[in-house]
């Protein structure tokens, strides 16, 4: 696996270490902190204090995808996120990524500016496909979900759960190549939270180089979760220890790049690891 990521515009991701995405939701319902960052002085505002806290990524949202959130129109989707991808590229090179499924934020994010597409639904949905191919050096994080948003987490059940999850990591990953996507250009995310229950989200986490199998850079995203929630009996504004300890875990386990809402923190956790792994540059 190659330890740089290129990006558009000639921008690099240097993942020899274990990077930090930053989480930055632009939308009123997102589980833990939704409704906090709509306008674009305050969105403009936290992004650079994601920046300064450690972030080498930020990953800019408009639709939530909590068990039972409303679908989202298209045309709110895109006044939510492009304006801010604007916004930010005006006033800094950072890496920008876009969590979306559809097509067409994709594609008007990437013209605005974004660097990485982070599609939950692994470009399963329609033209997702056709438009990142069009995009020689976007990123693109493939993540596992079982289901679908509104009801994943009714029922999660798995013959062989890392079987499962290998398998459509390899169907994805072929589905892209064929498109005209680079492998170089890929990222694998097994989807913490998406169509698991509370032991799947652990065997994961406990196995999370398994994945390493694939020669590709992994993403882990628990941040404040159930996951850490119902483990540890606490509320979404009590989940940082628990946050912490799973972002270790899976930079221990060969993540390298963690998804998080609490940047600061994270890195000095990474910063601590990375000393005694790595050692002091």
């Known amino acids: 696996m190659t330890s740089t990521l290129t990006l558009p515009r000639g921008r690099t991701l240097n993942l020899e270490k274990t990077v930090i995405m930053g989480i930055l939701n632009v939308t009123p319902d997102s589980f833990s902190d939704g409704g906090q960052f709509l306008k674009p002085a305050e969105v403009l505002k936290r992004a650079m204090q994601l920046l300064d806290d450690g972030a080498q990524i ?29 916004v930010i590229r005006e006033q800094s090179d950072c890496i920008i990524s876009i969590d979306t499924s559809k097509a067409q ?25 056709e438009v990142v191919s069009q995009f020689e050096d976007v990123a693109i994080c493939l993540m596992h979900m079982q289901g679908q948003p509104r009801s994943m987490q009714s029922a999660p059940h798995y013959d062989d759960l890392f079987a499962d999850i290998n398998t459509f990591f390899t169907r994805r990953i072929k589905a892209c190549e064929t498109a005209g996507i680079k492998l170089e250009q890929l990222i694998l995310d097994p989807g ?22 694939f020669d590709l850079p992994l993403l882990a995203g628990l941040s404040r979760k159930s996951m850490i929630g119902n483990l540890l009996n606490r509320d979404i504004n009590e989940r940082l220890a628990g946050s912490l300890a799973g972002a270790l875990i899976a930079a221990q386990n060969g993540a390298k ?25």
């Open 58 to 86: 930020l990953d800019i949202g408009g639709e939530s995808t909590r068990p039972g959130a409303p679908d989202v129109t298209l045309e709110e989707e895109l006044a939510r996120v492009i304006p801010v991808i604007r």
């Open 105 to 129: 934020v994709m594609e008007q994010a990437i013209l605005a500016g974004a660097d990485i597409v982070n599609d939950v639904r692994a470009l399963q949905e329609h033209r997702a496909l």
């Open 192 to 213: 913490f939270g998406f169509g698991k229950t509370l032991a799947h989200n652990y065997e994961i986490l406990a196995k999370f180089d398994d994945f390493n199998k």
């Open 257 to 281: 790049i963690i998804r998080v809402h609490d940047v600061k923190e994270t890195a000095d956790v990474l910063n601590v690891y990375q000393a005694c792994t790595q050692g002091i540059l």
